[in-house]
């Protein structure tokens, strides 16, 4: 069975950048899956920030990014602040309408 | 400004049914593919089905594969999701979403289901 993976949690520094990555167990990741990106604050719904591997939803900062980095999707935070602090899910499309999640990363900011 | 408001849930038995919610506002439901995504307590996110929008094809995860139904009524603006046979592990909170390019757009806020006796 085919899973998703991410890093269980991360740290960065204020003002720092930071690449999460997504990948699958078996296989790589490219745009063919879609990748997508989701932000979680604890006790607040999930708010979507990537699509389509590199497209940011509306009102998202610039200094969100998604793209392929060698077999995984990523998502870089550039200048990192304390409102990042945040639960990060990737999805992919798998076909046949099926989506996967991966298990998301913790992300401290400090 | 879009809105997606989850409704129906509650404290079911095992085995029990209930019906979930979703609805939309702000956008155009009847062009809208719609989802449903769910989180049990402390746990991730998992997608559940996918319906597009006029309702001819729907897709689920094996999980709830032949219990769970989505449907939607595009008249009134309303994602459903019929809930039979439910089992401990169905416990989770219950989001809708609708659909941008194979991905997650906008969210509702979710609505809780307690399986237990």
């Known amino acids: 069975q085919t899973v998703v993976t991410q890093e269980p949690s991360f740290s960065v520094s204020p003002g720092g950048t930071v690449t999460l990555t997504c990948g699958l167990s078996?296989?790589?990741?490219?745009?063919?899956?879609?990748p997508s990106w989701n932000q979680q604050t604890p006790g607040q719904a999930p708010r979507t920030l990537i699509y389509?591997?590199?497209s940011r939803s509306s009102g998202v900062p610039d200094r969100f990014s998604g793209s392929i980095l060698g077999n995984k999707a990523a998502l870089t935070i550039t200048g990192a602040q304390a409102d990042d602090e945040s639960d990060y899910y990737c999805?992919?499309?798998?076909?046949?309408?099926?989506?996967?999640f991966g298990g998301g990363t913790k992300l401290t900011v400090l | 400004e879009v809105q997606l408001v989850e409704s129906g849930g509650g404290l079911v038995q095992p085995g029990g049914s209930l019906r979930l919610s979703c609805s939309a506002s702000g956008f155009t439901f009847s062009r809208s593919r719609m989802h449903w995504v769910r989180q049990a307590p402390g746990k991730g996110l998992v997608w559940v089905s996918r319906?597009?929008?006029?309702?001819?094809?729907?897709t689920y995860a094996d999980s709830v594969k032949g219990r769970f139904t989505i449907s939607r009524d595009n008249a009134n603006n309303i994602l459903h999701l019929q809930m039979n046979s439910l089992r401990a592990e169905d416990t989770a909170l219950y989001y809708c979403?609708?659909?941008?390019?194979?991905?997650?757009?906008?969210w509702g806020q979710g609505t809780l289901v307690t399986v237990s006796s």
């Open positions: 389509n591997t590199n």
């Open positions: 999805v992919l499309y798998m076909g046949n309408g099926i989506w996967l």
């Open positions: 078996s296989g790589s990741v490219s745009t063919s899956y879609y």
């Open positions: 979403a609708s659909d941008n390019s194979h991905a997650f757009d906008s």
């Open positions: 319906i597009n929008n006029d309702g001819s094809t729907i």
